[in-house]
């Protein structure tokens, strides 16, 4: 039975709030970079919706596209977050406020 | 010659780039030699191109001298050019001459500032700026003179810049200039955009296929002259330029009295055959001038820094200009502002070798009784007050009286009272400074009285030429005799006129210059009786009229309303918009808004706290915005 | 099953290629080789010549190739050589700069050369995938480049900063993606775009604008426009300030290609929907950026709103959408580059000592101690400014003609009234060289030769620029062709 096509932007879009939400109100950066993962995964899944309803192959490559983009992304991330946590032992983002105004 | 008429301003650019780059490392004489000598080219060769010009047959008048294409945007394009015709030739006559005088004059005056080089650098800038405004054959090209000769003038009042009150002065004519000069991009930009073109002759013979009372050029001629406002001080953005004087004085004679200030009405009388289009706006022009000509006028009866009184003669004197432009008398606008460059710039470097002579003394209190001290410069500048209030044979008296004369027979009768009284105003003030300055007991400073000296003849020879001039000035535009009046027949090609009904009787002209001059002497009289016979007379005066002689002496409180109600909202403003929008739109949104639920707001507060997340959720604002307008 | 392999030429990427190569190298080397190496931006910026003789030398062709995924045309490559003057100019600044903070590392040319890789190929993108891999290889680069100082507080913050803002917008601007790909019915080739989202148009209309509006909001978030310029100030000022000069010009250099190749290409058919949009940004962002810059006393974060400022400008052409428009997009980017970098060395040789005069008082009475360098400052002061003849001047004339032109009257008119504005902010750095005192002795400034050069040929460049700007607007016409809606 094909799962229809409004199930899975139904699944992404509310994935994608979720990441959204989550960026806005977490502390730790860990956790928002792992948000945003899950806004990009969010986006992967509609993607694959999209692709299997037109039976087209382009979305699916971007999805392997996103995959790997994601993970670069977070490396560098995560090596700001050490870089951050070496110089003012925090991970927590509202912390960071040298920089204002 | 004339195809070279591009050297004009590129000799001072040169001048500029000399003493810009090696200026500190010459030796001073080189660099006076330097600058003054690029503007004595500029001059001979203007001179040159003029008598060249002279010889040409009527048929091949004006001469368009297009170096290269500048800004080209599709059909559309803008070319480093420039119109050779009479008014662009007396304006470069004008510029170019009087700046070499007071050159050559500076290179005395400020001969000990230890800013020599930095000085002349500014001045050629300046000189090369007025020379491509003047000649310019196109809106974009005279705006970028414009600007420049902004730039300049700012640069220049705040030479000084140890002075608080100089670099106050410069930020306020910076201020004042850029409204004015939006209000002329915004006429150039509606020029365009009806015409498709900022060529002056095509935009000029564009416009003749426009009903007189158009809208669109009613609109545009009045943005043009918000520019001219700003840049000739007029009513209500003039409160610069009398801070201008804060600047040195060949700085105030130069761009301050001779030639910046003067562009707009060069603009405007440039501009004649739109204006021509235009009734409403000319009589917005005349208005603004008459206004400006008697109440700057006034203003100037109360001051006592010699230089502040000429500052509001000059834009008494400008006001008169517009007069003229606004009764369609462009010539006669012209007219003056020509001998107006010539008695005005004497009146200022007479000014300067006083102070000069009483090291650095402005203030007219402490002067008095220079006469027999410094001969050279009372008799010239004696000289050019005569020819600013008016007096036949000086040059102001054909120039101003032509405008009133205009004024009149176009049945004007309004205008011409304002000139009339104005005229008056400015004999009386003009001559309590030479009284106040030149005359009665010495009130100089002991200190200083023992070696009051005439200037060095670098400063005085400047003097002579420009007293000569104001004496001969004006017969260039002799009235009454027929072809008497070569100026205005050597003019009139570039000049659109505005309707003038018929020859009015010699009898009247003559009538209106007999009357004119009673009303200079009275006011000369006036003076005579006020500061000669009775010194006492005028303190007694301003006690008696203590209410409308403080309201004088203030300037009319204009800067003070000017700071409280533009000013210091400006600063707040954006003060506010940098603590509070910027960086707590956020949280006044999140705060504000009542559609958001309980339990999101109770965790969206918290976002307050972290500067990275109020960006986030600024974003996503920013997306609920971008999608709601596209989707709702 | 067979697979075809698609033909393609290597040669149409040739410039990425050698970056690429390049940046390989210098990391090799780097890793391979002990003690210190000097002869790394002397290496960079001869791998940047050698792209930009491989982009002179594609001039002129106009197809596709690799599968149509790349676009080699002269818009693409007229980009290219703006892109690359931009990151030759910041390798000429970098060098004593990186010294003075202990931190003169192979990695940092070699990132440059990958940012530059993956800006030429949103440049060049005829695919979402592209322009998607392209920002992707860009930001990577520039993140850890903001972060590069990385035992400095500030340069860490602006560095995370940046980064989770840019991701969290590059998710929308992947949502966009999807949408737009679900509503053009499974292609996401730009030519293709305009028929399919016409032709389907009553269905999925709201798809599209949907996609569009997320675009948007993930390419303003790179040029910085308001509300998704938030980033912009911090970012800036954290950041070594040679990046911040690479930030400011090139990375939205390679944005405002993108954009301008998405939304003239794709989504002509909408312009009835986005202009207004963008109208409102572009108004949003002038505005804010300078009267924001306005209270500023920090040098980079004054130039960081002017920067924002400087995006609401370029926005106005977007808006216009039409020849002159864009020509005017990669003459202002042209202008820019050169001018700001400029600005952005005089800064670096001003603030010495890791940074310790950025304040703008500390500009106070340069012109008496270094007439040269505050002459050059003041041409950019004065170009950024817009004040005639430079090539700022000329920038904003092409821009605000071609707002006029479009019939965007008041546009132009906001616009002008807003570079009347940002002169105040400019001419106060001019003001307070030649017109103050200075605050202290500023000391000596250590005029190297290769920062020294870059500020000089970047003045003289604004003005040469202003004056003779036909040159460009030809080649800038010509590459404008390509737009079949202009």
């Known amino acids: 039975m094909a799962v229809p096509l409004s199930y899975y932007l139904a699944l992404s879009v509310v994935l994608f709030a979720l990441g959204a939400i989550g960026v806005l109100i977490r502390r730790n950066i860990l956790i928002i970079l792992?948000?945003?993962?899950?806004?990009?995964?969010?986006?992967?899944?509609?993607?694959?919706?999209?692709?299997?309803?037109?039976?087209?192959?382009?979305?699916?490559?971007?999805?392997?596209?996103?995959?790997t983009v994601a993970a670069a992304e977070v490396a560098v991330g995560l090596a700001l977050v050490v870089a951050i946590f070496r110089n003012r032992a925090t991970v927590y983002v509202d912390d960071l406020n040298i920089l204002k105004w | 010659m004339i195809q070279y008429v591009w050297l004009i301003p590129v000799f001072p650019l040169m001048g500029f780039l000399i003493n810009g780059l090696y200026g500190k490392?010459?030796?001073?004489?080189?660099?006076?030699?330097?600058?003054?000598?690029?503007?004595?080219?500029?001059?001979?060769?203007?001179?040159?191109?003029?008598?060249?010009?002279?010889?040409?047959?009527?048929?091949?008048?004006?001469?368009?001298?297009?170096?290269?294409?500048?800004?080209?945007?599709?059909?559309?394009?803008?070319?480093?050019?420039?119109?050779?015709?009479?008014?662009?030739?007396?304006?470069?006559?004008?510029?170019?001459?009087?700046?070499?005088?007071?050159?050559?004059?500076?290179?005395?005056?400020?001969?000990?500032?230890?800013?020599?080089?930095?000085?002349?650098?500014?001045l050629n800038l300046f000189v090369f700026f007025m020379l491509i405004l003047v000649g310019?054959?196109?809106?974009?090209?005279?705006?970028?003179?414009?600007?420049?000769?902004?730039?300049?003038?700012?640069?220049?009042?705040?030479?000084?810049?140890?002075?608080?009150?100089?670099?106050?002065?410069?930020?306020?004519?910076?201020?004042?200039?850029?409204?004015?000069?939006?209000?002329?991009?915004?006429?150039?930009?509606?020029?365009?955009?009806?015409?498709?073109?900022?060529?002056?002759?095509?935009?000029?013979?564009?416009?003749?296929?426009?009903?007189?009372?158009?809208?669109?050029?009613?609109?545009?001629?009045?943005?043009?002259f918000v520019g001219a406002t700003g840049k000739s001080a007029q009513i209500p953005l003039y409160t610069w330029l009398p801070d201008a004087m804060e600047g040195p004085t060949p700085v105030s004679a130069l761009?301050?009295?001779?030639?910046?200030?003067?562009?707009?009405?060069?603009?405007?009388?440039?501009?004649?055959a739109l204006y021509a289009l235009a009734p409403f706006s000319l009589t917005v022009v005349a208005t603004i001038g008459a206004l400006t000509a008697i109440f700057a006028a006034t203003m100037g009866m109360a001051q006592f820094d010699i230089k502040r009184v000429l500052a509001y003669s000059?834009?008494?004197?400008?006001?008169?200009?517009?007069?003229?432009?606004?009764?369609?008398?462009?010539?006669?606008?012209?007219?003056?502002?020509?001998?107006?460059?010539?008695?005005?710039?004497?009146?200022?470097?007479?000014?300067?070798?006083?102070?000069?002579?009483?090291?650095?003394?402005?203030?007219?209190?402490?002067?008095?009784g220079l006469k027999d001290h410094i001969p050279i410069t009372y008799r010239t500048f004696l000289i050019a007050t005569l020819a600013i209030a008016g007096i036949f044979p000086f040059a102001g008296f054909f120039s101003k009286d032509e405008i009133l004369f205009h004024a009149l027979v176009d049945g004007n009768y309004f205008y011409w009272g304002i000139g009339t009284v104005a005229a008056f105003i400015t004999a009386f003030y003009m001559f309590r400074a030479v009284y106040m300055v030149f005359f009665g007991e010495s009130r100089v400073d002991p200190h200083v009285a023992h070696h009051v000296h005439e200037s060095p003849p670098l400063m005085t020879v400047p003097l002579m030429i420009l007293a000569f001039l104001s004496i001969v000035g004006g017969f260039v535009g002799f009235p009454i005799i027929e072809g008497g009046h070569k100026f205005k027949e050597f003019l009139s090609p570039s000049i659109t006129p505005v309707g003038h009904g018929g020859h009015p009787p010699v009898s009247l002209e003559i009538g209106l210059m007999a009357f004119s001059m009673a009303v200079a002497a009275i006011g000369i009289y006036t003076a005579y009786k006020l500061y000669m016979l009775r010194p006492d007379l005028p303190g007694w005066l301003a006690e008696k009229f203590r209410v409308p002689y403080d309201l004088i002496y203030n300037k009319y409180y204009v800067d003070q309303i000017y700071d409280t109600i533009v000013v210091e909202p400006i600063k707040s403003g954006s003060t506010l918009l940098w603590t509070q929008v910027d960086d707590k739109v956020v949280d006044g949104a999140v705060n504000g808004s009542a559609s958001t639920v309980a339990w999101l707001s109770a965790h969206l507060r918290r976002l307050e706290t972290g500067f990275l997340q109020n960006y986030a959720l600024a974003i996503v604002l920013g997306v609920t915005l971008v999608v709601g307008y596209l989707l709702g | 099953m067979t697979l075809t392999i698609p033909t393609f030429s290597l040669i149409s990427i040739g410039p990425w290629l050698t970056l690429a190569l390049g940046a390989i190298l210098i990391l090799l080397v780097d890793a391979l080789s002990k003690g210190r190496k000097t002869y790394f931006?002397?290496?960079?910026?001869?791998?940047?010549?050698?792209?930009?003789?491989?982009?002179?030398?594609?001039?002129?062709?106009?197809?596709?190739?690799?599968?149509?995924?790349?676009?080699?045309?002269?818009?693409?490559?007229?980009?290219?050589?703006?892109?690359?003057?931009?990151?030759?100019?910041?390798?000429?600044?970098?060098?004593?700069?990186?010294?003075?903070?202990?931190?003169?590392?192979?990695?940092?040319?070699?990132?440059?050369?990958?940012?530059?890789?993956?800006?030429?190929?949103?440049?060049?993108?005829?695919?979402?995938?592209?322009?998607?891999l392209g920002l992707e290889v860009m930001s990577i680069a520039v993140y850890v480049l903001a972060g590069f100082f990385r035992e400095d507080a500030r340069s860490n913050e602006a560095a995370l900063k940046y980064l989770v803002l840019g991701a969290f917008a590059s998710a929308f601007l992947l949502f966009g993606m999807a949408f737009l790909y679900g509503a053009a019915g499974g292609s996401l080739y730009l030519d293709e775009l305009a028929k399919r989202l016409t032709d389907a148009a009553t269905l999925t209309k709201p798809l599209t604008l949907l996609a569009i509006a997320l675009l948007v909001v993930g390419f303003g978030f790179k040029v910085a426009a308001v509300p998704f310029h938030m980033w912009t100030p911090d970012v800036y000022e954290g950041a070594p300030t040679s990046i911040t000069a690479y930030m400011a010009v090139a990375v939205k250099a390679a944005a405002f290609a993108a954009f301008a190749r998405v939304f003239f290409l794709a989504f002509p058919a909408f312009h009835v929907n986005w202009?207004?949009?963008?109208?409102?940004?572009?108004?949003?962002?002038?505005?804010?950026?300078?009267?924001?810059?306005?209270?500023?006393?920090?040098?980079?974060?004054?130039?960081?709103?002017?920067?924002?400022?400087?995006?609401?400008?370029?926005?106005?052409?977007?808006?216009?959408?039409?020849?002159?428009?864009?020509?005017?997009?990669?003459?202002?980017l042209l202008a820019y580059t050169l001018m700001n970098i400029g600005a952005f060395g005089v800064v670096i040789l001003v603030a010495r000592k890791k940074d310790s005069y950025l304040n703008i008082y500390d500009y106070s009475g340069l012109a008496y101690q270094h007439p040269g360098l505050a002459a050059g400052m003041a041409v950019f002061m004065f170009a950024l400014a817009g004040m005639p003849p430079t090539a700022g001047f000329v920038g904003k004339f092409y821009i605000f003609s071609a707002a006029v032109q479009a019939g965007y009257i008041w546009l132009a008119i906001l616009g002008v009234m807003n570079s009347l504005v940002s002169v105040y902010y400019y001419l106060r750095i001019t003001v307070l060289m030649y017109m103050r005192p200075a605050e202290a002795d500023l000391g000596p400034i250590?005029?190297?030769?290769?920062?020294?050069?870059?500020?000089?040929?970047?003045?003289?460049?604004?003005?040469?620029?202003?004056?003779?700007?036909?040159?460009?607007?030809d080649l800038a016409m010509n590459s404008v062709k390509i737009f079949p809606s202009l």
């Open chain 1, 34 to 67: 792992m948000c945003i993962e899950m806004m990009l995964n969010a986006v992967n899944i509609a993607f694959i919706g999209f692709a299997n309803a037109f039976q087209a192959i382009d979305g699916q490559m971007f999805v392997f596209f996103v995959m």
């Open chain 2, 25 to 122: 490392r010459l030796p001073k004489n080189l660099v006076g030699t330097i600058g003054a000598g690029v503007i004595g080219l500029s001059f001979a060769l203007t001179v040159a191109i003029f008598l060249e010009f002279l010889k040409l047959p009527a048929a091949s008048r004006p001469v368009e001298i297009v170096v290269y294409n500048w800004i080209a945007a599709g059909k559309f394009s803008v070319p480093i050019g420039f119109l050779v015709d009479p008014l662009s030739l007396i304006m470069l006559l004008v510029v170019s001459g009087v700046s070499f005088l007071i050159h050559i004059y500076s290179v005395g005056y400020m001969h000990d500032d230890p800013g020599f080089p930095r000085f002349f650098t500014y």
């Open chain 2, 136 to 224: 310019a054959n196109n809106f974009l090209m005279m705006f970028v003179g414009w600007e420049g000769v902004g730039l300049c003038s700012y640069l220049l009042i705040g030479y000084w810049y140890e002075k608080q009150s100089a670099s106050d002065a410069g930020k306020k004519a910076f201020v004042v200039n850029r409204i004015g000069d939006f209000g002329f991009l915004l006429g150039m930009f509606l020029l365009f955009w009806t015409f498709g073109t900022l060529n002056f002759r095509e935009v000029f013979a564009l416009a003749g296929r426009y009903p007189v009372g158009s809208g669109i050029i009613t609109a545009a001629t009045l943005l043009l």
């Open chain 2, 255 to 272: 761009i301050h009295a001779a030639t910046m200030v003067t562009a707009g009405v060069y603009m405007v009388a440039r501009c004649s």
């Open chain 2, 314 to 368: 000059t834009v008494s004197q400008l006001g008169y200009m517009f007069l003229a432009c606004g009764v369609g008398a462009f010539v006669a606008g012209i007219f003056h502002l020509m001998t107006h460059a010539f008695f005005k710039a004497l009146l200022f470097l007479g000014a300067g070798s006083v102070s000069h002579a009483v090291s650095g003394e402005l203030d007219m209190r402490r002067m008095g």
């Open chain 3, 41 to 132: 931006p002397y290496f960079s910026l001869a791998v940047l010549a050698l792209a930009a003789f491989q982009t002179i030398d594609l001039w002129g062709a106009q197809s596709t190739d690799f599968a149509r995924m790349v676009y080699v045309d002269n818009f693409a490559f007229l980009f290219y050589l703006i892109l690359i003057l931009g990151a030759a100019l910041t390798i000429l600044l970098s060098r004593p700069y990186l010294e003075e903070w202990g931190k003169d590392m192979g990695e940092y040319y070699a990132l440059i050369l990958f940012a530059t890789v993956g800006m030429m190929m949103m440049a060049a993108s005829a695919h979402m995938i592209m322009i998607f």
């Open chain 3, 275 to 332: 202009h207004m949009l963008l109208w409102v940004l572009a108004v949003a962002t002038m505005t804010l950026g300078n009267v924001v810059a306005i209270a500023q006393t920090n040098i980079k974060r004054m130039l960081a709103y002017s920067s924002i400022a400087h995006a609401g400008y370029i926005l106005v052409a977007l808006v216009a959408a039409n020849q002159l428009g864009a020509v005017s997009i990669l003459y202002y």
């Open chain 3, 446 to 473: 250590a005029f190297t030769p290769a920062v020294t050069a870059c500020v000089i040929a970047t003045a003289v460049a604004t003005v040469l620029v202003g004056i003779f700007p036909g040159w460009f607007y």
